[in-house]
Structures are given as structure tokens and as C-alpha cells.
Nanobody, 128 residues
Framework: EVQLVESGGGLVQAGGSLRLSCAAS????????IGWFRQAPGKEREGVSC????????YYADSVKGRFTISSDNAKNTVYLQMNSLKPEDTAVYYC?????????????????????WGQGTQVTVSS
């Protein structure tokens, strides 16, 4: 059974940091891409960052470049999202998702609909 479990969300003041974790199980981790997405109330889901376990390629949305860093620990089948210099507009439910990279692909070109498995989400709230 495929499982993605996010953790690490919480309440933080603007300018603070959080590290989200996405623990994966039930699939061949190094053949997949893992993405972080977020959805704020009344807004559409948006891609934040993603990483290819095949080649290590990463992608960041313009809104988080220079503030967020995605990384992985393949031994633990876990992907992290280090979020620094948080802003109130970063407030959202953050989800991780996985997609099988059966052919070479630029991970940043994949749309949310192409991701096959999703976690339950973790709330991030940034107060001003």
C-alpha cells in the first residue's frame, strides 16, 4: 500500500522557519518524483517545489525561490521542505505527492494531475 505522510506543519511568526517532512512507503522511492503543493482557503492548489529521485533535479515556484529548499534522504524514503523567511501568504495546507517517472522527464514540467499519490496534508500558518 502506497503511503505518503506529511509532518512538520504548525504556527510560526513571519520571518520564521519550518521543516516539512514527507515519509513515503509502498513504492520504489528512487523511481519517483516527489512534489510539494499547497492550497490556501478559497485558492487553487499550487505547486511549490519538487524533486526527481532519479536524477536529483529540483524545481521551485517563483514565490518560494531563495526561501524554500527541497531535499531527500533516500535511506529514509523521506523528502523534506525547509521553509525559511516565511510570510503570511505562505499560509496553506501543504501536501506532498508522488509520481512514477517511467520515462525521463523534467520534473518541473509535471502538472498536479500527473501525480498519482497524495498525502493527507499538514497545515502551515504564518502570523504577521
Amino acid at each position: 500500500e502506497v503511503q505518503l505522510v506529511e509532518s512538520g506543519g504548525g504556527l510560526v511568526q513571519a520571518g520564521g522557519s519550518l521543516r516539512l517532512s514527507c515519509a513515503a512507503s509502498g513504492f520504489t522511492f528512487d523511481a519517483y518524483g516527489i512534489g510539494w503543493f499547497r492550497q490556501a482557503p478559497g485558492k487553487e492548489r499550487e505547486g511549490v517545489s519538487c524533486i526527481s529521485m532519479r536524477d536529483g533535479d529540483t524545481y521551485y515556484a517563483d514565490s518560494v525561490k531563495g526561501r524554500f529548499t527541497i531535499s531527500s534522504d533516500n535511506a529514509k524514503n523521506t523528502v523534506y521542505l525547509q521553509m525559511n523567511s516565511l510570510k503570511p501568504e505562505d499560509t496553506a495546507v501543504y501536501y506532498c505527492a508522488a509520481v512514477w517517472l517511467k520515462i525521463p522527464v523534467v520534473i518541473g514540467t509535471l502538472t498536479p494531475n500527473e501525480y498519482e499519490y497524495w498525502g493527507q496534508g499538514t497545515q502551515v500558518t504564518v502570523s504577521s
